[in-house]
């Protein structure tokens, strides 16, 4: 296994900052100069999963138009289309959903999500 270094690490931060805190200009042009769409963290979150829970929009769909893959899972069975259904964002479901999110993909599944927290509204965009 290979170590990173500390500046790598410290850039690698700053990139999963910019996904929560939807700062898309600026992740997106690190993307585009060659970081990784579906970069993860030591949880597996990816910086898809991160701005879609943290409810960002733009960064979501700028993310998918950059290579993200909407179906990734992080380390406790949890997808982006979930985060977003949790947060009860439409916008983000729909743009997820546009972009090939499968509903019953992850453990819970965006569905199981939204009959647990009985959130018709997002059940019913899923479906």
């Known amino acids: ?20 805190f939807g ?3 600026e992740l997106i042009a690190n993307v585009g100069a060659g970081l990784p ?3 993860t963290n030591d949880k597996g979150d990816t910086l898809l ?8 929009p733009d960064t979501v769909a ?7 893959d909407p179906n990734r899972v992080n380390d406790r ?5 979930s985060a977003a259904v949790f947060r009860q964002n439409p916008i983000t ?22 009959d647990y927290f009985r959130l018709p509204e997002m059940a019913a965009l899923l479906r």
């Open 1 to 20: 296994m290979t170590q990173l270094d500390e500046k790598t690490i410290a850039f690698a931060h700053q990139m999963f900052d910019l996904a929560r």
């Open 49 to 56: 999963i991160l701005a879609a829970y943290h409810d960002h």
């Open 23 to 25: 700062d898309t200009p």
């Open 93 to 114: 479901v729909r743009t997820l959903l546009e972009a090939g999110a499968d509903p019953d993909g992850g453990s819970p599944s965006a569905l199981a999500i939204a």
């Open 62 to 68: 700028a993310l998918l138009a950059h290579g993200a």
């Open 37 to 39: 769409p579906n970069l």
């Open 77 to 81: 069975g949890q997808t982006a289309l």
